[in-house]
């Protein structure tokens, strides 16, 4: 731990006591030291090198059940104290001005210490060797005739975070995360078309010298070129096989958010008072774990509750939801181990960690079989869309994929997208594969109320009787 954690944990421990003879109900603190480097590599140059890093501590007061939030960057008592004291002002203030408390839920104080593993520490990686990774992605994807651009990144974060609390919780976690992307563009005379991979890991630099980027760059620049003389499909419904990053994004978006217990409470849920019922098919089980080794590492939330794997979906049916413990307490039920921040700047939200569907027991191959006429839908040009957690609806760009003739893939296809209700795609699963398959991202992750933190979702690959596939 660096020094500076150090310092800020000891004025923090001063903190808890100034704010026991405030009399608050409740004081917690996040101290955080984060930093961030990426590169991004455009055609021909380096169109940006940036590192970010940043060192601090935010509090949450509890008075009588009403929160306030504070945080500083300063390392010193005067600034850790007028944190302090603007949380505490914040939710007295919300106190007196009414409203409906939010008291927490019991939770154990817990101690505990967890680090992500890695061989190869990343930013020690010499710049020089950095940008060879981008530029050989780049240059790659170029020798593909056709391809008339690319695009490369590289992403290095490290994030490290104590969580402390007056009830005697002290929860350190470090994770390293390492990822790469490359995109390219091809033209056609029907136009032009994009395609993308890329690939990220709770792991040091051996990520990238275990992959081959040469095939991976190949292999995007090609598909773009397939995609860019592709046909757009008619609209309709569709028998399709789901690749499981689409997947992946599906459940996260559509059914993720829908089950986070902040909006399950405000009732802007789907999902809201069907604990107990029949909401997909037999064969779908879902859950969100923090610790699947191919996922964004969280074996603590920010609250420092331990996030065990949490059964959301089981056979079909709706088991739980997630929640910290001001939404444990709301709904009554355990606090989950979700209740996560973007930063310590940031108040806690409820959250997804791994969101993924459980593998059945077919081969891919038998799932294009079963599909017999239909679509495979690949998601390596998933351009995002639209959800409603309130409605369960969602529409998703999800770029390249293939017909399916005769129980066989066999033509590319462009411009698709996905509109349904998650409750009906849910019902409509008939058949799930037997390899599971999660995905986490250094680039991007979920965004809610204005902040961002790193997730992981996926599945298996899945099979769906029908759904709404927008074209022509």
């Given at each position: 731990m660096?020094?500076?954690?150090?310092?800020?944990?000891s004025?923090?421990?001063?903190?808890?006591?100034?704010?026991?003879?405030?009399?608050?109900?409740?004081?917690?603190?996040?101290?955080?030291?984060?930093?961030?480097?990426?590169?991004?590599?455009?055609?021909?140059?380096?169109?940006?090198?940036?590192?970010?890093?940043t060192?601090?501590?935010?509090f949450?007061?509890?008075?009588?059940?009403?929160?306030?939030?504070?945080?500083?960057?300063?390392?010193?008592?005067?600034?850790?104290?007028?944190?302090?004291?603007t949380?505490?002002?914040?939710?007295?203030?919300?106190?007196h001005?009414?409203?409906?408390?939010?008291?927490?839920?019991?939770?154990?104080?817990?101690?505990?210490y967890?680090?992500?593993?890695?061989?190869k520490?990343?930013?020690?990686?010499?710049d020089?060797?950095?940008?060879?990774?981008?530029?050989?992605?780049?240059?790659?994807?170029?020798e593909?005739?056709?391809?008339?651009?690319?695009?490369?990144?590289?992403?290095?974060?490290?994030?490290?975070?104590?969580?402390?609390?007056?009830?005697?919780?002290?929860?350190?976690?470090?994770?390293?995360?390492?990822?790469?992307?490359?995109?390219?563009?091809?033209?056609?005379?029907?136009?032009?078309?994009?395609?993308?991979?890329?690939?990220?890991?709770?792991s040091?630099?051996?990520?990238?010298?275990?992959?081959?980027l040469?095939?991976?760059?190949?292999?995007?620049?090609?598909?773009?070129?397939?995609?860019?003389?592709a046909?757009?499909?008619?609209?309709?419904?569709?028998?399709?096989?789901?690749?499981?990053?689409?997947?992946?994004?599906?459940?996260?978006?559509?059914?993720?958010?829908a089950?986070?217990?902040?909006?399950?409470?405000?009732?802007?849920?789907v999902?809201?008072?069907?604990?107990?019922?029949?909401i997909?098919?037999?064969?779908?089980?879902?859950?969100?774990?923090?610790?699947?080794?191919?996922?964004?590492?969280?074996?603590?939330?920010?609250?420092?509750?331990?996030?065990?794997?949490?059964?959301?979906?089981?056979?079909?049916?709706?088991?739980?939801?997630?929640?910290?413990?001001?939404?444990?307490?709301?709904?009554?039920?355990?606090?989950?181990?979700?209740?996560?921040?973007?930063?310590?700047?940031?108040?806690?939200?409820?959250?997804?960690?791994?969101?993924?569907?459980?593998?059945?027991?077919?081969?891919?191959?038998?799932l294009?079989?079963?599909?017999?006429?239909?679509?495979?839908?690949?998601?390596?040009?998933?351009r995002?869309?639209?959800?409603?957690?309130?409605?369960?609806?969602?529409t998703?760009?999800?770029?390249?994929?293939?017909?399916?003739?005769?129980?066989?893939?066999?033509?590319?296809?462009?411009?698709?997208?996905?509109?349904?209700?998650?409750?009906?795609?849910?019902?409509?699963?008939?058949?799930?594969?037997?390899?599971?398959?999660?995905?986490t991202?250094?680039f991007g992750?979920?965004?809610?109320?204005?902040?961002?933190?790193?997730?992981?979702?996926?599945?298996?690959?899945v099979?769906?009787?029908?759904?709404?596939?927008?074209?022509?």
């Amino acid at each position: 731990m660096s020094d500076i954690i150090t310092g800020l944990e000891s004025y923090v421990e001063k903190a808890f006591r100034k704010a026991e003879e405030l009399g608050v109900d409740f004081i917690d603190a996040r101290i955080q030291d984060y930093r961030y480097e990426s590169i991004v590599y455009d055609n021909d140059r380096v169109k940006s090198y940036s590192y970010t890093t940043t060192t601090g501590v935010g509090f949450r007061i509890v008075y009588k059940g009403f929160h306030g939030y504070s945080s500083t960057t300063i390392p010193t008592w005067e600034g850790i104290e007028k944190a302090l004291l603007t949380a505490y002002r914040m939710a007295k203030a919300l106190y007196h001005a009414g409203g409906e408390p939010s008291p927490l839920a019991e939770y154990p104080a817990i101690r505990a210490y967890s680090r992500s593993g890695y061989i190869k520490y990343p930013f020690e990686i010499s710049d020089d060797e950095k940008i060879e990774v981008v530029k050989t992605l780049v240059s790659t994807a170029k020798e593909v005739k056709g391809v008339v651009s690319a695009t490369a990144r590289l992403g290095l974060q490290h994030d490290k975070r104590v969580v402390l609390n007056n009830e005697g919780t002290r929860v350190e976690t470090d994770v390293v995360l390492t990822g790469f992307f490359v995109s390219a563009v091809a033209r056609s005379d029907k136009g032009m078309e994009m395609a993308y991979d890329s690939k990220s890991k709770v792991s040091g630099w051996e990520l990238v010298e275990y992959t081959d980027l040469n095939a991976m760059a190949n292999e995007i620049g090609e598909l773009a070129v397939k995609a860019a003389h592709a046909t757009v499909p008619e609209a309709g419904k569709y028998r399709v096989v789901l690749h499981p990053e689409v997947v992946g994004l599906l459940v996260h978006e559509a059914l993720g958010h829908a089950s986070e217990g902040d909006l399950v409470a405000s009732d802007a849920s789907v999902i809201k008072d069907k604990l107990g019922q029949k909401i997909g098919s037999d064969l779908v089980s879902i859950v969100d774990d923090g610790r699947h080794p191919d996922g964004y590492y969280v074996p603590f939330d920010d609250e420092g509750v331990e996030k065990k794997k949490t059964t959301i979906v089981e056979n079909g049916v709706l088991k739980g939801y997630l929640a910290g413990r001001a939404e444990s307490q709301k709904l009554g039920i355990d606090p989950t181990g979700n209740s996560r921040v973007m930063s310590y700047q940031h108040p806690l939200l409820v959250r997804q960690t791994n969101y993924y569907i459980l593998p059945g027991d077919h081969a891919f191959d038998e799932l294009v079989q079963e599909a017999k006429d239909g679509i495979y839908v690949t998601g390596k040009g998933a351009r995002g869309g639209e959800v409603d957690p309130g409605a369960g609806t969602f529409t998703f760009g999800v770029g390249v994929s293939w017909k399916i003739e005769n129980g066989e893939i066999t033509t590319p296809l462009r411009g698709v997208t996905l509109t349904g209700m998650i409750l009906d795609v849910l019902r409509n699963i008939e058949a799930l594969g037997k390899d599971l398959h999660v995905y986490t991202s250094v680039f991007g992750g979920c965004g809610k109320s204005g902040q961002l933190v790193r997730v992981g979702d996926g599945g298996p690959y899945v099979l769906v009787g029908e759904i709404i596939v927008g074209g022509r």
